[in-house]
C-alpha cells in the first residue's frame, strides 16, 4: 500500500484508476492533497481527461472550489473536454466563481464554460450586461473562453462589447489567457479585434513574447510567437 499523498498525482495523470481508489481506501484524506505545484488530485485527472477518475475523486469528496476553483480551467483548456467540464459543474465546481450568487450568473458562467454558442447568444439578447460581468474571481467571461480556446465565444463575446484589452484582478489580459495555454486561433482573433501584444501581465512585468520565449520547445508556443512577430511586422 503507498502512503505518498505524491503518487495519487501520478495515478491520476497516468489513469491508474485502481491505484487511486486503493489510495483514497488507505487514506482518504488524499483526496485533496496538494501536490509541490499546489494541484489536487483532480486537477490532474481532468487535465489528463480521465473522466471516471475524476467521478470517483468527486464521489470521494473533493473539493471542487479549492484554489479559487481552479479545476475548472485546468479540465476547460483541453481540447474535446467538455463531458468532464460538464460533470465538474453539475457537482458545483461553478461555485468559487459565481457572482452574484443567482440563477443567471450560473446559467451563463455554465454555457461559456461549456462553449454553448447557442446558448450564451440566448441570455445575451436578453441581458448584455452579462458579456463583461466579473466574476467571483475577478475574471470577465471572455478571460475563461480565451482560457479555454472557444474562439466562437469568444468572438460572440467580442460582437457583445466585451473588452479585448481588460485584465482580470491577477492583471492577467485575455491575450495572455488564450497564449499562455496554447490557443492560436483564439490570439489570431484577439490580435484582429486590437488585442495589444505589448501589454505586460505578469508578476515581474512580462509581454505575451517575453513568457513564450521561456519555453522554446513547445510547438504550441513558437507557433504563436510567430504570429505575433508577423502582427508587430505588419502594424
Keep these: 500500500m503507498m502512503s505518498d499523498t505524491s503518487t495519487i498525482h501520478d495515478a491520476c495523470r497516468r489513469g491508474d484508476i485502481d491505484a487511486v481508489r486503493e489510495m483514497i481506501a488507505a487514506d482518504p484524506a488524499v483526496v485533496d492533497a496538494d501536490d509541490e505545484y499546489e494541484w489536487r488530485p483532480i486537477f490532474h485527472a481532468g487535465l489528463w481527461r480521465h473522466e471516471d477518475i475524476v467521478r470517483l475523486l468527486i464521489e470521494a469528496g473533493a473539493d471542487l472550489s479549492a484554489h479559487d476553483g481552479y479545476v475548472l480551467h485546468y479540465a476547460g483548456e483541453v481540447p474535446n473536454n ?29 454555457a461559456v464554460f461549456l462553449a454553448d454558442i447557442a446558448r450564451v447568444q440566448a441570455l445575451l439578447n436578453r441581458h448584455p ?15 475563461h473562453a480565451a482560457r479555454n480556446g472557444d474562439t466562437e465565444v469568444v468572438r460572440l463575446l467580442i460582437a457583445h462589447g ?22 492560436l486561433d483564439t490570439v489570431t482573433l484577439l490580435l484582429e479585434n486590437g488585442a495589444d501584444p505589448d501589454a505586460e ?35
Excluded at 209 to 228: G, H, N
Design 201 to 235: 501581465f505578469t508578476e515581474d512585468n512580462k509581454t505575451l513574447m517575453e513568457w513564450l520565449a521561456q519555453f522554446p520547445e513547445d510547438t504550441r508556443f513558437t507557433r504563436i510567437a510567430e504570429v505575433l512577430r508577423q502582427h508587430a511586422a505588419a502594424s
Design 129 to 143: 450586461h452579462l458579456a463583461t460581468a466579473v466574476d467571483g474571481r475577478g475574471d470577465q467571461p471572455v478571460h
Design 162 to 183: 466585451a473588452d479585448v484589452n481588460v485584465t482580470n484582478d491577477r492583471g492577467h489580459t485575455v491575450l495572455y489567457c488564450a497564449g499562455g495555454h496554447g490557443h
Design 82 to 110: 467538455k463531458n468532464i467540464v460538464s460533470l465538474l459543474i453539475q457537482y458545483g465546481a461553478l461555485d468559487p466563481h459565481v457572482r452574484p450568487a443567482d440563477d443567471l450568473s450560473r446559467q451563463f458562467l455554465g
